[in-house]
């Protein structure tokens, strides 16, 4: 294990010499004007403002490869890269994702609770850290949210032996039914690992039991530096600058917030503030083909920046790789749903990273924000393309809601790929 740690810590510095370009000093921006008219965000009263709030300090390491012993091939020796953001608001003192002293105020009644309730009551189908449609981690996250708000031990015990329950079906799942290969990619695991840190987070699994905590930190740990197929779950968030990275990029925050790994916590929140279009700290992506979805095709990122246009048309806030996913620039774009699945990813990426006290809502000129507005933008111009969130992307605009006191439209939420239950924790 030390040695993979040793060789992924290489891997990142060489990665890490990419990083150049002009970065985005604006100030953020205020609500766009199309959005309907906003509500007062909760979190205005929760959590202290950067302007108001005192700065953490946390402790960043260089990335330079350790010595080891000489091999055929040159090691390359790290130069020094840009720092991490640092955190500037007030951490959340609990909860990775929402904490039972908040869910405390949620009602226990109502179309929301009782869909929620129905499934942490009910079978929580099979565990399958392995599979694309597998959906044991929500159902997982369910029964957890259940007891947080009830304080009912049967709750707690239960998650508590779904979440171990999962160990292990990273290679003995299969990927898409009984007769699919079985093994998981980084893709996979991406999508179904951050619902299972957030549970054991919410029935605190250390204080439960002891060691199968340390049976379920030691796994995570672990997942991060696993080689799969499409490489590691780090690879793929400091590469992919598409949903497979921003998946990775949520798993990995979640992971380093439970185990209160800072520097892992800080160099995830440095690549998510590159992808958002900061290239000054951040600029190793990869992105292989057209690039006519970008502003600038010489200053490639993941949104595209305030104000951007190409012919005329608004591609202000464009997630440029999964748009390019329909097809080359052109009016009206080609319909995708890809955006929707690179944001469920983001949004826990980064409502993470917010509770650790990284600023990451307004990064960018409020990046996220655009890029919903965007879509909502072609919903509006392009109805028959069906650009609004449907299915089980339903989770994202209650959360966008929630963040920003905007009033986009929602529909009862279903459970996403890595995240789910928003109509109930985030509900207005």
């Given at each position: 294990m030390e040695n993979r740690k040793a060789l992924l810590i290489i891997g990142i510095a060489v990665v890490m010499l990419l990083v150049g370009g002009c970065g985005d000093t604006s100030t953020p921006s205020t609500q766009p004007a199309e959005i309907a008219t906003p509500q007062t965000s909760p979190l205005a009263s929760i959590v202290p403002t950067a302007t108001t709030a005192p700065t953490k300090s946390v402790f960043f390491v260089t990335l330079i490869p350790p010595t080891l012993t000489p091999s055929a091939t040159p090691i390359p020796t790290a130069t020094p890269t840009?720092?991490?953001?640092?955190?500037?608001?007030?951490?959340?003192?609990?909860?990775?994702?929402?904490?039972?002293?908040?869910?405390?105020?949620?009602?226990?009644?109502?179309?929301?609770?009782?869909?929620?309730?129905?499934?942490?009551?009910?079978?929580?189908?099979?565990?399958?850290?392995?599979?694309?449609?597998?959906?044991?981690?929500?159902?997982?996250?369910?029964?957890?949210?259940?007891?947080?708000?009830?304080?009912?031990?049967?709750?707690?015990?239960?998650?508590?032996?779904?979440?171990?329950?999962?160990?292990?079906?990273?290679?003995?799942?299969?990927?898409?039914?009984?007769?699919?290969?079985?093994?998981?990619?980084?893709?996979?695991?991406?999508?179904?690992?951050?619902?299972?840190?957030?549970?054991?987070?919410?029935?605190?699994?250390?204080?439960?039991?002891?060691?199968?905590?340390?049976?379920?930190?030691?796994?995570?740990?672990?997942?991060?530096?696993?080689?799969?197929?499409?490489?590691?779950?780090?690879?793929?968030?400091?590469?992919?600058?598409?949903?497979?990275?921003?998946?990775?990029?949520?798993?990995?925050?979640?992971?380093?917030?439970?185990?209160?790994?800072?520097?892992?916590?800080?160099?995830?929140?440095q690549v998510l503030k590159g992808f958002l279009g900061d290239r000054e700290i951040y600029a190793a992506f990869d992105f292989p083909r057209d690039l006519s979805w970008q502003a600038d095709p010489s200053q490639q990122v993941g949104i595209n920046p305030t104000g951007s246009t190409r012919d005329g048309f608004s591609i202000d806030g464009a997630l440029t790789e999964e748009m390019r996913r329909g097809c080359s620039f052109q009016i009206p774009p080609c319909p995708i749903n890809y955006p929707w699945e690179a944001l469920q990813g983001l949004l826990v990426d980064a409502m993470i990273l917010y509770r650790q006290g990284y600023d990451v809502w307004n990064w960018e000129d409020q990046a996220i924000l655009r890029a919903v507005q965007f879509l909502y933008d072609l919903a509006r111009q392009y109805p028959e393309g069906e650009w609004w969130a449907k299915g089980d992307d339903r989770w994202v605009p209650w959360l966008i809601n929630y963040i920003y006191g905007t009033n986009f439209p929602t529909e009862q939420a279903r459970i996403g790929k890595n995240m789910g239950w928003t109509d109930w924790t985030h509900a207005p």
């Open positions: 840009p720092s991490p953001p640092t955190p500037t608001l007030m951490r959340f003192s609990k909860g990775i994702w929402i904490s039972a002293a908040e869910l405390a105020s949620r009602p226990m009644s109502g179309s929301a609770w009782e869909k929620l309730k129905a499934a942490a009551d009910g079978e929580l189908g099979e565990p399958n850290v392995a599979g694309y449609t597998a959906n044991h981690d929500v159902n997982t996250l369910a029964v957890a949210l259940v007891y947080a708000r009830t304080a009912e031990p049967s709750y707690r015990q239960k998650a508590a032996e779904a979440i171990i329950s999962a160990i292990g079906t990273e290679y003995s799942g299969r990927r898409s039914g009984p007769d699919s290969q079985q093994g998981a990619l980084a893709v996979t695991v991406s999508r179904n690992l951050v619902s299972y840190v957030i549970a054991a987070d919410l029935i605190d699994l250390e204080e439960y039991d002891v060691q199968m905590d340390a049976e379920f930190r030691s796994w995570t740990d672990g997942l991060r530096y696993v080689e799969w197929p499409d490489h590691s779950l780090i690879y793929n968030d400091m590469v992919r600058a598409n949903n497979h990275g921003r998946m990775a990029g949520a798993s990995r925050a979640a992971i380093a917030a439970y185990l209160g790994d800072e520097v892992e916590l800080a160099h995830t929140a």
